[in-house]
């Protein structure tokens, strides 16, 4: 539990510091941009995700944090209710809002504080009316049961320490013929040891993610019906270079350089649309 706590805390720290430098009209970009590597626009992870024509809202864009494009995954229609786990700094709640307008309501969950502010100001600036930010975790999700027609994420599940509780929070509040439809990353095969429970791993978006195969079981085990992982993104030895500057001072393994994490990771993950129904 102390462990979990660790990285939970780490991760929140993480993200509000995000926030914190995006509300100062500081560069941000996903899963570290606060370590000053470059925007978004050049992270691997990051770049490349929204169509900027189709998407106005520039503050909201230029401070997500995502892997992927949650809203491309499902179509989403007037009067549906949909709720992203993990919003950030409001992108996906501002697009889902524009597209359940009118009758529809896009709800965010965030537990960063700083987040919740910065998605407020996106929100206000986009004149969207019909969006609600809630504070709250994603294993212990602030809604009724079936109370939503359609959860999305965006490179946020793989954050936390018990994704048996986020996946069962997200059944629970869907109803009944609701959608899950994530971005996330996922692994492609199992991490060496050594890295798993590295906290600056963890709040980089690497050793928190499942192996593909653990994603459809575990969705299965929560009653989703269908499941899927589409890989949508793979990341070359260049990309990881890149990624390589992310990590926080002293936390890779004694005696691990960054090349031998380059070399322990490559292959092994990958960014990808998780699909899964409630029946």
């Not at 007037?78 to 009118?102: E, H, K």
């Not at 965030?110 to 996106?122: I, N, P, S, V």
């Not at 509780?165 to 991490?191: C, K, N, W």
């Not at 890149?242 to 960014?271: M, R, Y």
């Amino acid at each position: 539990m102390t462990d979990q706590i660790e990285i939970r805390e780490a991760v929140r720290e993480r993200y509000a510091s995000a926030a914190r430098q995006s509300l100062e009209l500081a560069d941000t970009s996903c899963c570290g941009s606060s370590c000053g590597c470059g925007d978004s626009s050049s992270d691997p992870v990051s770049s490349g995700l929204y169509d900027e024509t189709e998407t106005p809202f520039a503050g909201a864009l230029a401070a997500s944090l995502g892997c992927g494009n949650p809203t491309a995954l499902t179509q989403l229609l007037p009067g549906q209710d949909v709720l992203d786990l993990g919003s950030g700094g409001g992108l996906d709640v501002l697009l889902s809002a524009r597209r359940v307008a009118p009758g529809g309501t896009a709800y965010g969950l965030d537990m960063t504080d700083e987040m919740l502010e910065l998605a407020e100001r996106h929100r206000a600036e986009a004149g969207i009316t019909n969006a609600t930010f809630i504070k709250g975790t994603i294993e212990d999700v602030p809604l009724a049961d079936a109370s939503v027609d359609v959860v999305i994420s965006n490179c946020v599940i793989n954050l936390s320490t018990d994704k048996d509780a986020v996946l069962h929070e997200a059944y629970r509040v869907l109803r009944p013929g609701g959608h899950f439809a994530v971005s996330d990353i996922v692994l492609l095969r199992p991490l060496p040891a050594e890295y798993v429970s590295l906290v600056g791993l963890w709040t980089g978006c690497i050793a928190g993610a499942l192996v593909d195969s653990d994603y459809l079981a575990k969705l299965e085990a929560a009653g989703f019906s269908d499941p899927s992982v589409q890989v949508t993104r793979m990341y070359t030895r260049e990309d990881l270079e890149g990624l390589a500057c992310t990590l926080p001072a002293g936390s890779l393994p004694d005696g691990t350089s960054p090349a031998d994490a380059i070399a322990a990771l490559e292959g092994a993950f990958a960014s990808a649309f998780i699909r899964a129904d409630k029946v």
